[in-house]
């Protein structure tokens, strides 16, 4: 059974930094694109970075590019998201998810992990 587990939300203030994490299990992720997405209150799901997991080529949204890096672990068979400079509009619930295509489009990857909450805010 396929298993993705976000951790690493909480709260922040303004500038801070916070690192999520995704652990995988279930099979094997080698030839997956590996992405995060998030949703804030009121808003659609929005695609943030995805990472090929062979290659480790990483593609990030504009709202995100130069504040957040993707990274994984492959003895760990765990993604990473590493935000700096989070701002409150960074503020929503996170998504780890799986897929075999290089898109930002949510609805084609095909294994998702329950959220973790980020809050941004003084």
């Known amino acids: 059974q396929v298993q993705l587990v976000e951790s690493g939300g909480g709260l922040v203030q303004p500038g801070g930094s916070l690192t999520l994490s995704c652990a995988a299990s279930?099979?094997?992720?080698?030839?997956?694109?590996m992405g995060w997405f998030r949703r804030a209150p009121g808003k659609e799901r929005e695609f943030v970075a995805r990472?090929?997991?062979?290659?480790?080529?990483?593609v990030y949204a504009d709202s995100v590019k130069g504040r957040f890096t993707i990274s994984r672990d492959n003895a760990k068979n765990t993604v990473y998201l590493q935000m700096n400079s989070l701002k409150p509009e960074d503020t929503a619930v996170y998504y780890c998810?799986?897929?075999?295509?290089?898109?930002?489009?949510?609805?084609?990857?095909?294994?998702w992990g329950q959220g973790t909450q980020v809050t941004v805010s003084s």
């Open positions: 998810a799986a897929g075999r295509y290089q898109t930002p489009i949510a609805g084609m990857y095909d294994y």
């Open positions: 279930g099979r094997t992720f080698s030839s997956y694109v």
């Open positions: 990472i090929q997991w062979s290659t480790g080529y990483q």
